[in-house]
């Protein structure tokens, strides 16, 4: 997919620190309960590390006990993008930023606890976090 944000990856290098880049331009994972967002409460928006765009609103954010911040939706509209992910010898959903292609985490169909159903499980470091004015 061609993304609106289009660098090289020697761009992405210099812009993100080793760990980021693992994580949002190579598919990495950080360790579960490990993320500085997994506790994160205050009324906020999440937006993608790499490019900045909004990605997740702090009203769909839930403690889902997986280890990492977990939404049951991403924000109105088409913020991430869904791509089926046959690593690992599992098949998982990957979410990824619409806007440059980043890999925020994988999506699962595991909350019935919520308004959707869904599990957006995503990497602390992939993500940032503004509060509300």
């Known amino acids: 997919m061609k993304y609106p944000i289009q660098k090289s990856e020697d761009d992405w290098r210099s812009q993100l620190t ?5 994580v949002l331009r190579e598919a990495g994972t950080e360790r579960a309960y490990t993320g500085e967002l997994l506790e ?7 937006s993608c590390k790499a490019c900045g765009v909004e990605l997740f609103r702090s009203d ?4 889902s006990h997986c280890g990492w911040p977990s939404f049951y939706e991403p924000k109105a509209g088409d ?4 791509i089926e992910d046959r690593s690992h010898g599992m098949l ?5 930023c619409a806007n440059c292609g980043s890999h925020l985490g994988h999506v699962f169909e595991d909350a019935p606890q ?9 990497n602390s470091v992939s993500i940032t976090f503004a509060p509300a004015n």
Do not use: N, Q
């Not at 994160?40 to 999440?46: A, D, L, Q, S, V």
């Not at 769909?60 to 403690?63: G, L, Q, T």
């Not at 913020?79 to 869904?82: G, H, I, M, R, S």
């Not at 919520?114 to 995503?122: K, L, Q, S, V």
């Open 40 to 46: 994160e409460h205050r009324t906020g928006i999440f």
């Open 79 to 82: 913020a991430v993008e869904l």
């Open 18 to 22: 080793e760990f980021e880049y693992h």
């Open 92 to 96: 998982r959903t990957e979410v990824r």
């Open 114 to 122: 919520t308004p959707t159903g869904d599990r957006y499980c995503i």
């Open 60 to 63: 769909a954010k839930f403690d």
